[in-house]
């Protein structure tokens, strides 16, 4: 079975420009998950989405950061314009989630970012 | 809201050697408890994890974990560890929607 996979691994931007990251969820999970993890701490979650539904995104800085998955399956996460603060690792991660009980989310090997 | 803490960001130890990574959380409703381990340039794999049941659980790679309900806690151990296990280690814990993760350990592996 595919794990989640996310292109691309790494990205190189000048600062103002634009980027995106892509992630394909593992097959029938419904809920996917988007985090940044800054060098040497835990990932951080941007934006939980059930299905198409974005039932999260609190923490993602609404201003520079959006994000879709229209068919509720793969998803893209999009920065514009990229600043300095934003070189991390972006993580994409997929679980099933059934009502109030959630499965363990498997993550993908994530994208490198590094804004000069 | 629920929160984890990791109580040293490095651990360095000898090979085969034992080793016990510590991971506290706090939660004001019943949680499950996860251990993901971080290769280099990698993305976070499933060591473990708790929902209910046995308070020992045992993961892959010879690692295992004990639920302390009591302290609230949730170490992770491994009896003899190897150099292959040098990684970033990160306790999480889920709440009804969202996961928390610590802010990691970083375990060295010497020979």
């Known amino acids: 079975e595919a794990g989640v996979v996310q292109s691309p691994r790494y990205k190189i931007i000048e600062k103002k420009q634009p980027v995106a990251f892509w992630c394909n969820p593992i097959s029938g999970h419904n809920t996917l998950y988007w985090y940044r993890q800054n060098l040497g701490q835990g990932p951080e979650l941007l934006i939980r989405y059930e299905n198409e539904e974005a039932v999260d995104d609190s923490q993602l800085p609404k201003d520079r950061f959006s994000a879709e998955r229209l068919k509720g399956v793969d998803s893209t996460l999009k920065i514009q314009p990229a600043e300095l603060g934003d070189s991390a690792v972006y993580l994409c991660?997929?679980?099933?989630?059934?009502?109030?009980?959630?499965?363990?989310?498997?993550f993908g090997p994530g994208t490198r970012l590094l804004v000069l | 809201a629920q929160s984890v803490t990791q109580l040293d960001s490095q651990v360095p130890v000898f090979e085969e050697a034992p080793v016990e990574l510590r991971c506290n959380y706090s939660s004001s409703v019943s949680v499950y408890l996860f251990w993901y381990v971080q290769y280099p340039n990698q993305g976070l794999q499933l060591l473990l994890k708790?929902?209910?049941?046995?308070?020992l659980v045992k993961g892959i790679n010879g690692f295992e974990a004990e639920f302390n309900k009591s302290q609230t806690s949730f170490h992770l151990r491994k009896p003899s560890v190897h150099i292959s296990d040098t990684a970033e280690y990160f306790c999480?814990?889920?709440?009804?929607?969202?996961?928390?993760f610590g802010a990691g350990t970083r375990l060295t592996v010497k020979p």
């Open positions: 708790y929902l209910s049941g046995s308070t």
């Open positions: 991660a997929s679980s099933i989630t059934t009502g109030q009980h959630q499965e363990t989310q498997y």
């Open positions: 999480a814990v889920t709440g009804p929607h969202d996961m928390r």
